[in-house]
């Protein structure tokens, strides 16, 4: 799947551009952000505004770069559409990330001034 | 009722879905509820491409979808492996330990938990889930 990809400061902004992260696509997804933690990318914002659907598969890849990344570094997730987010209320997945509704808001948290 | 067959691939799985958002926004039902309805059967439908048919291609997955004025049933029909849907009913976790999150094995979860009723059989040898949901659909124009 295509996705976008920006350093602003030392925080890595992932931004997928198609519509859905899902079955189909969250392998490649998975394998691509295999790769930027592998390559020593350690704060990472994963910016949602693009995704129109995502489903348990899509949640899934999300979550192994989460594990992935571990106590080495952090994810967070900005963007977030009503629907989307409403999967990550439903398997309490808001829990586990920090969720930010814009990337301003997200690049803060790594305390970077934007 | 409206009937949708597709080849046991992944990427068709979005064919399924779209329809289903489709026939959803036509019945006036909001976006969440389309999301939702959009996000079960898709969820259903993979579950049959990776675990009844293993990730094979060349088989059929059947979606069935009957539209009653407050309801809507899906079923979707597979001639693979069958499942036991029986004993996921919830995801076990705890959200300050990463060890413990799931990565798989969610989409059972998601259908019981936005679905109305699901339930699972076996029919002249194919495997049957039957997912249904009340709805509010737009009243028929005069």
Redesign the interface.
Known sequence: MQVNEKKISGVLVVEPLGA?I???TATDFKQKMNEWINTGNRRIVLNLAKVD?M???G???V??A??KI?NKGKIVICCIK???M??FH????D??FDIFSSEEEALKAFGEKV | MIRMVIESR??N??LI?GAVRGIAENLSID??GS??L??CV??AV?NV??HAYHLEAGHSVELEILIQTDRLTFKVNDSGDSMDISKISS?Q?D?SN??T????G??T??LK??MDEVGYEIVKGRNVLTMSKSIKTRAPSA
């Open positions: 859905r899902d079955a189909a659907f489903d348990s598969s949640l899934g890849a979550i192994s989460l594990k571990g009503e629907t989307v409403s999967l439903l398997t309490r997945m829990r586990v | 992944l990427e799985v979005s879905g976006s969440m999301y939702h959009e996000l898709v969820e993979t491409i990776k995801l976790f959200p990463v060890k999150l799931p990565e798989r969610m989409g979860f998601i938990s936005l």
